[in-house]
């Protein structure tokens, strides 16, 4: 990717719409697009306690509005008044064991508020480029060794995957139906796999549980330490949607459609592996494998193929498993020593920047 620098350009003084900006992965790229020099906006539910963009005093960098995905009115609204060039959509029920305590909620937010962001880009005649993102668990898991790869079937045991799987059908009827006779616009979603990084303190996802336990002292709780994922910090898949936004912006033909977004097949470790590695760069802890009598069903093995990425866009993952495992332990050990978040976040974005060139 010795040209992202260049390539990333493009975005310099564009109005960009996100949604989901309050969220771990949207509060990252809305600060790096603010680098950029994107003049960013937000739209999401308010950000949780100990959130990512209130650590970095995200409201003071960008223009956010609160609202709900299933509040197309609303919604509406804000594209009317932004009247956005580029349009990143990460905004989403995300948590695979809430979508079994919680699954109406799962399908309305990711299905039906993806139909309403959809709907809101159809009418909004300013939007050049759109990302939408889902998720590695669209696709119908037969616990494969090899990758999935953009053409697999789609599918999911558990209402998250399938609401995923579901937000696909829709965007590719979409894409179909109305974005492909649409001149100079470009619509692609895009698939990561596991990502890690500072600033996610998200409800029953291994890494914000190890740090949570780290910080008390206490041994970190392993539920399922044999599941196998495609690990890699939050900077490689979002460098992915930053390059496929702008290769939209200058090629929509050639570029719409979907991409996998995920890390060398050395950083697909088990759950185990990520603790060990996690607790060695946090400095000392130990750790517990405590496996539930019964649980909702998780996936044991998934990853995906990028080949389509490699080739086509020539992006690559450019941080291994132990440089995301390093630069993950190293955010939360910082900004708990005092140092301001926005300020870790920018020195971090800076070195993967300078990894690329």
Known sequence: MADLVKELSVIKGKRVLITGDTGFKGAWLSYWLHCLGADVYGYALPAD??????????DKIICHSDGDLRNGNRLNTVFERVRPEFVFHLAAQSLVRLSYEEPKLTFDTNVLGSVNVLEAVRHTSSVKSLVYVTSDKCYKNREWIWGYREQDELGGHDPYSASKA????????????????????????????????????????????????????DPVIVRNPDATRPWQHVLDPLSGYLLIACRLYS????????????PAHESIK??????????????????????PEVAPHEATLLHLNCDKSHHLLGWHASWNFERAISETAAWYRETSAGQPAVDITRKQICSFMETVL
């Open 166 to 217: 579901a937000a696909e059908l829709v965007i590719s009827s979409y894409i179909d139906s109305f974005f492909r006779f649409r001149e100079g616009f470009g619509a692609a979603s895009v698939r990561a796999g596991n990502v890690i990084g500072g600033g996610d303190w998200a409800a029953d996802r291994i890494v914000p549980d190890c740090i949570r336990a780290l910080m008390k002292n």
């Open 270 to 291: 088990t759950v185990q592996e990520l603790t060990e590695k996690l607790i060695d760069a946090w400095g000392e802890g130990t750790y517990e494998v405590r496996k």
């Open 49 to 58: 306690e100990n959130s990512l963009y209130d650590a970095m005093g995200l």
């Open 251 to 262: 090629e929509p033909v050639r570029y719409s459609g979907a991409w996998n977004f995920g």
